[in-house]
């Protein structure tokens, strides 16, 4: 069996986004897709220091992930 990784991080940080979530919402508002990227650092088997990216989304079309993600990197450049 493999390590287990501490999911304290992730949990707090959903919870918390669930809560901007909430406080920001609108009457009518409902959460549609979601995606999570995750940045796991750990090292190999040779004793190296890596960093690897794992995401999920919950729409398994490649198509609609690259959409959401671009709408991620617009928001993102239009908070610079």
Known sequence: MGHLI???KLGQ???ESMETIER???D???I???MLIVEVNYTDDDGEECTGIRFRCS???G???LGLNKM???AILADL
């Open 32 to 34: 549609g897709m979601m």
């Open 72 to 74: 991620v990197e617009q």
């Open 59 to 61: 729409d398994g079309r």
């Open 13 to 15: 940080f959903v919870a």
């Open 28 to 30: 009518n508002a409902d």
């Open 63 to 65: 198509f609609v992930q």
């Open 24 to 26: 920001d919402q609108l």
């Open 6 to 8: 501490d999911t304290t």
